[in-house]
Nanobody
Framework: QVQLVESGGGLVQPGGSLRLSCAAS????????MGWYRQAPGKERELVST???????NYADSVKGRFTISRDNAKNTVFLQMNSLKPEDTAVYYC?????????????????WGQGTQVTVSS
């Protein structure tokens, strides 16, 4: 069974930092784009950042210059370093994989999601 397991969320004061991690497990290879999305209470889920298999990154305007995404292809893991956090960054952060090949299912899987990790920025 394929799983995306996030970690690293928590409570932090404004201006602080957090580092999120997401590990994909379950006999999968050839992961294409990995990314982070977030959903604040009463709002729709939104893109935060993505990184493709070649390392090309994309960021929402609201996090540019503050967040950095990276990935370890050997470990099927994606990270999100979040600096200079603001109260408006408070949300549940979700990891996403757009496409990966599964040996278990002998085929591609699409649009995989983690369970989410809470990030709260408050004094």
């Amino acid at each position: 069974q394929v799983q995306l397991v996030e970690s690293g969320g928590g409570l932090v004061q404004p201006g602080g930092s957090l580092r999120l991690s997401c590990a994909a497990s379950g006999s999968i290879v050839n992961i294409q784009t990995m990314g982070w999305y977030r959903q604040a209470p009463g709002k729709e889920r939104e893109l935060v950042s993505t990184v493709n298999s070649r390392g090309r990154t994309n960021y929402a305007d609201s996090v540019k210059g503050r967040f950095t995404i990276s990935r370890d292809n050997a470990k099927n893991t994606v990270f999100l370093q979040m600096n200079s956090l603001k109260p408006e960054d408070t949300a549940v952060y979700y990891c996403n994989v757009d496409q990966a090949y599964s040996f278990t299912y002998s085929g591609n899987l699409y649009d995989l999601w983690g369970q989410g990790t809470q990030v709260t920025v408050s004094s």
